[in-house]
């Protein structure tokens, strides 16, 4: 149940101010929120810190037009929208934080395995074991999911409802994509190498 503005004491409509002063309240509203956050956050949270008439579409497209030009900028990704550093400031984010290469650590079969994944979610270990003609390790599909990039997906219809696996919002975050339907083309993934073509 969503709070009023009496238990939250945020005035939402900000009707006291002139119209512009009211947009860009909201706009600082939604950057804030969206700084605070470590993962996208979805339209209707967003919508929670606005006018009720207002586009939260148009509100991010006037911060992203703000940003322009700065260290950081609003991406939509997954279902929601985040604040990341632009790819040119990588490297002095890690000198100054002396962090290093931060990489997901992951081998190249367990890119592969990852891919597989993705193209034809939900899919179960054995629907894997198909594609790649051998089984799939317990620990593979651990590591992948210590790091976020997939989570269990809805049980198989099949004798025994084994588990199925889909990629997560921090997937998507990850190889930058905003949905699913970024993903390559499987046709450019095997002919790259990436997939097997029984995928």
Not at 86 to 106: F, H, M, N, S, V
Not at 145 to 155: F, N
């Amino acid at each position: 149940m969503a709070k009023n503005h009496a238990e939250t004491g945020l005035d939402r409509e900000l009707e006291d101010l002139p119209a512009e002063l009211r947009w860009r309240e909201w706009m600082r509203r939604i950057e804030a929120v969206l700084f605070a956050s470590a993962s996208p956050v979805a339209r209707e949270d967003l919508a929670r810190v606005v006018g009720q008439g207002a586009s939260v579409e148009l509100l991010i497209e006037d911060l992203a037009a703000d940003l322009d030009g700065r260290s950081f900028e609003v991406a939509q990704v997954a279902s929601g929208w985040m604040l990341r550093t632009r790819p040119p400031y990588a490297p002095a984010i890690r000198t100054a934080a002396d962090i290093g290469e931060q990489d997901l650590d992951l081998r190249e079969y367990d890119v592969t395995v990852l891919a597989a994944i993705a193209y034809h979610q939900p899919i179960t270990r054995d629907g894997l074991k198909d594609i790649f003609g051998k089984e799939i390790s317990r620990d593979l599909i651990g590591r992948l999911h210590a790091r976020g990039l997939i989570g269990t997906g809805p049980r198989s219809p099949r004798r025994g409802a084994p588990y199925t696996y889909v990629t997560t919002d921090k997937f998507l975050a990850t190889f930058d994509l905003g949905a699913l339907h970024d993903l390559p083309d499987g046709e450019q993934m095997v002919d790259a190498g990436l997939i097997n073509s029984q995928a």
